[in-house]
């Protein structure tokens, strides 16, 4: 609660003399002098609301670090054994920290990985007791009181130089480099709530459209967390009717005045199937999290998908900010259209095709509700169809490996081949394309009004290879075949 301060100036009507009355007056006036010396921050006679101050440190501005962010991981004892997998993919324990939180921890004869595999993960909490908190949504977990709860448990652990805390759950995987990068446009002394909703209709609809879907992630600023803990309990108490933890913190959050800040690359994945639709058209901002993995199908063609997952970080070691950052290029001499999903895919189309239509999403995937009227959802993004006859479809080439060199680094794709499918055109005999890039390392000003890159189709002595150059456009460049 807000505290009010008053001073104490009321004073008591006095019969005195003319002398004796100055004298009064003299000392009176003295006191209140000292008094506003003493403590000048709380001499104002009218009320006034006392706020933390943010934290300080003695290197509040320099660059944001992984060393300044703090992962909370929302798991149970039951999911923790099979998803600590996707924890493993992108933790780094020399750099990172944050804690799994667990209803109980899992006993040793359960838990399949050894204690040297425990090292390359977070450290295990167990959750504080939610029992008196009310839950009322039917059907529902109570588990979401537990999880809402880990934002008060991590903030408390007091650890020091924190900016920023960020909240997952342990099917998220997190693609730090980029979140460092994002975070970094924000001014983490201030209250910042960032993260993005879903990718379906009816799920925000159902929720909110400014809530941060917790499986996609979230961030909160330090000193906006420190006021939340204060008064989440509370909140814990009124909003028992609500199904999920992120629906509890956002509701709080409201309570606050704090709206959310919307960041694109974080994905809450509400949809299942093929994501190959969804990943090679990437929004033009950095990757930060992939959720619900469990619910869709590899990435990469035969690879499981821890496999591919594997494979798609390979790409990521090299030049995180470029994942899956789309590109698009134009072979004029034999009329392709070439778009480039860095570290992803590469897809060869015949004919002239306008940018504006690639960077509307494929439809390869299915809404995350099943039942009859799944063909009944609306998507948050534009969509375009995705022939269902392989051999309709554009030549489609996988990441295959990347090289990393001072002259810059190069991105190797290999030819899917489709079953029973005669292909024709100028693409019928190419089987590779190599992709040449420099690192991409945006400042906070490209980050914050970012420009799609430009790529120009290379000489090749080789039919069957395809050469591709990534650099910035020129100023005035138009991405398009007649420009």
């Not at 204690?115 to 450290?123: A, C, G, K, R, T």
């Amino acid at each position: 609660m807000p505290t009010y301060l008053n001073f104490p100036c009321k004073t008591k009507f006095l019969t005195l003399t003319s002398p004796r009355l100055k004298t009064f007056l003299l000392l009176l006036s003295s006191l209140c002098l000292l008094y506003f010396l003493v403590d000048y921050r709380n001499r104002i006679c009218t009320p006034v609301l006392i706020q933390d101050a943010p934290q300080h440190s003695s290197s509040s501005h320099s660059p944001t670090s992984i060393n300044h962010l703090v992962f909370g991981i929302a798991a149970s004892s039951k999911s923790w054994l099979k998803r600590q997998q996707y924890v493993r993919l992108w933790w780094k324990p020399q750099g990172m920290r944050g804690y799994v939180f667990l209803d109980r921890i899992p006993h040793k004869a359960d838990n399949a990985s050894s204690d040297s595999d425990s090292d390359s993960l977070p450290p295990l909490l167990v959750s504080g007791d939610t029992s008196r908190f009310p839950y009322t949504f039917k059907s529902g977990l109570r588990s979401a009181i537990r999880v809402a709860r880990i934002v008060s448990e991590i903030v408390n652990q007091n650890l020091s130089d924190v900016r920023w805390f960020v909240f997952g759950d342990d099917d998220t995987v997190f693609f730090a480099d980029n979140l460092v990068k994002t975070l970094s446009k924000y001014d983490h002394n201030r209250w910042f709530y960032v993260g993005s909703n879903s990718e379906i209709f009816e799920q925000n609809f159902k929720n909110s459209f400014d809530m941060a879907f917790g499986g996609g992630g979230f961030a909160i600023s330090y000193p906006l967390a420190r006021v939340l803990v204060r008064v989440l309990d509370s909140c814990l108490m009124r909003y028992s009717h609500l199904y999920g933890s992120d629906a509890r913190v956002f509701s709080c959050l409201v309570e606050l005045g704090v709206g959310l800040t919307h960041e694109p690359g974080f994905h809450q994945i509400d949809i299942r199937g093929d994501l190959f639709g969804f990943l090679s058209a990437h929004p033009l901002t950095p990757l930060l999290s992939l959720h619900h993995l469990d619910a869709i199908k590899p990435i990469f063609p035969n690879l499981s998908q821890m496999q591919a997952l594997e494979h798609l970080f390979k790409a990521v070691e090299v030049d995180p900010t470029r994942i899956l950052q789309q590109t698009v290029c134009y072979d004029r001499s034999n009329s392709r259209t070439v778009s480039v999903s860095w570290g992803y895919t590469v897809q060869v189309f015949e004919g002239n095709h306008y940018l504006p239509d690639l960077i509307s999403l494929q439809r390869t995937f299915m809404p995350w509700q099943r039942g009859r009227n799944i063909n009944s959802s609306h998507f948050m993004f534009n969509m375009r169809d995705f022939a269902r006859d392989p051999c309709k479809r554009p030549s489609i080439f996988f990441f295959e490996s990347v090289l990393s060199g001072s002259n810059g680094i190069q991105s190797n794709y290999r030819r899917h081949v489709f079953e029973n499918c005669m292909e024709m055109g100028a693409s019928k005999y190419l089987q590779q394309i190599r992709v040449q890039s420099q690192r991409l390392d945006p400042d906070i000003g490209e980050l914050q009004a970012p420009r799609r890159y430009c790529c120009d189709i290379l000489p090749s002595s080789f039919d069957k290879v395809m050469d591709i150059g990534i650099r910035q456009c020129i100023d005035g460049e138009l991405i398009s075949m007649h420009s």
